[in-house]
């Protein structure tokens, strides 16, 4: 089992960046999948990105490919993403999430566990 704990979001203006952290404990998160999701008021959970527990697989969503980067800091167990060019409609709660087996799905439902979430604003 693993525990994921999201940090790094914040208030920024149409245009910035922002760097989110997944801490992962427990197992070390290179033994999962891993997805960034994100869920905006009143809309469903929706993926943003995934790199599956190899890194051989990389994925987006088609609304954040070119903006944001997803990558692994093996050495301190964390999930990085790396969201510039930020717009307004980024704005959600963004959640990461992870699921054994070596797949990146974009369906929420099948990752099995997740972290609590952290909140990012960008005005315009």
């Known amino acids: 089992q693993v525990q994921l704990l999201e940090s790094g979001g914040g208030l920024v203006q149409a245009g910035g960046s922002l760097r989110l952290s997944c801490a992962a404990s427990?197992?070390?998160?290179?033994?999962?999948?891993m997805g960034w999701f994100r869920q905006a008021p009143g809309k469903e959970r929706e993926f943003v990105a995934g790199?599956?527990?190899?890194?051989?697989?990389?994925d987006y969503a088609d609304s954040v490919k070119g903006r944001f980067t997803i990558s692994g800091d093996n050495a301190k167990n964390t999930l990085i993403l790396q969201m510039n060019s930020l717009k307004p409609q980024d704005t959600a709660v963004y959640y990461c999430?992870?699921?054994?087996?070596?797949?990146?799905?974009?369906?929420?439902?099948?990752?099995?566990?997740w972290g609590q979430g952290t909140q990012v604003t960008v005005s315009s």
């Open positions: 999430a992870a699921r054994s087996g070596n797949l990146v799905y974009q369906d929420y439902p099948r990752y099995d566990y």
């Open positions: 427990g197992r070390t998160f290179s033994s999962y999948t």
């Open positions: 790199i599956n527990r190899s890194g051989s697989t990389i």
